[in-house]
């Protein structure tokens, strides 16, 4: 089975840019998670879905971070304007919430803002 | 507070050794679920064991073993006989409200032959 993909793998972009991550998680799975890890704070869970729906935002930095899921197979974490301290691995994961409820992470996007 | 705590920051061992990483949570739930999770240089997170906190019963997986106890709220991880591909960060995590994980900080784990 594949499991959650994310694109692309590495991103370099200039400050002020628009940056748009991807992501595919497990068939079947009905919750989807954003997270960024950096060395300063560690894994930070940033929003998440369930059944395609926002439940819980309230880690998304600020309002120049917003994520979308339109469909159960596919989701978009955009940041605009990019920001220097955004600099920092983002990672997908999805879970099947009431049966299991681990987490299965994607490969993350190494996402460089210049 | 839902909070967990990896007070070993790094652990540095020679092949073969067995080793523990340590993982102590906090939570006023009593329904939950603790999980590890391993990230080696290549950088993804591997899922490794989920706990629910009505089952105490320790598990073990080959060279892998889980210590759960819920009077010292402590979910342990003991690798026997650790090899060089072990060598990675190791994450604990409390399911809380909702779906959300909390993490611990980690702890490195460097296993040198």
């Known amino acids: 089975d594949a499991g959650v993909i994310q694109s692309p793998r590495h991103e370099v972009t200039e400050m002020g840019q628009e940056v748009t991550l991807r992501c595919k998680p497990i068939s079947g799975h009905n919750s989807l998670f954003w997270y960024r890890q950096t060395m300063m704070r560690g894994l930070e869970l940033l929003i998440y879905f369930n059944n395609n729906v926002p439940i819980d935002d309230s880690g998304m930095p600020e309002d120049r971070f917003s994520a979308k899921m339109p469909n159960a197979s596919f989701s978009t974490l955009k940041i605009q304007p990019s920001e220097p301290r955004d600099s920092a691995v983002y990672f997908c994961?999805?879970?099947?919430?009431?049966?299991?409820?681990?987490?299965?992470f994607g490969p993350g996007t190494r996402l460089t803002v210049t | 507070a839902q909070k967990v705590t990896q007070a070993q920051t790094e652990i540095s061992v020679v092949e073969k050794e067995d080793v523990t990483l340590d993982c102590v949570y906090e939570t006023r739930d009593t329904t939950y679920y603790l999980f590890w999770y391993k990230q080696p240089p290549s950088g993804e997170l591997v899922f490794l064991i989920r706990r629910n906190s009505f089952d105490e019963q320790n598990e073990i997986s080959g060279r892998y073993s889980w210590n759960f106890q819920k009077s010292t709220s402590s979910f342990n991880f003991t690798i026997t006989a650790s090899q060089v591909v072990d060598s990675a960060v190791y994450f604990c995590?409390?399911?809380?409200?909702?779906?959300?994980?909390?993490f611990g900080a980690g702890t490195i784990l460097r296993v040198k032959s």
């Open positions: 995590a409390l399911r809380i409200y909702g779906n959300k994980l909390v």
């Open positions: 994961a999805s879970s099947l919430e009431g049966q299991t409820y681990e987490q299965y």
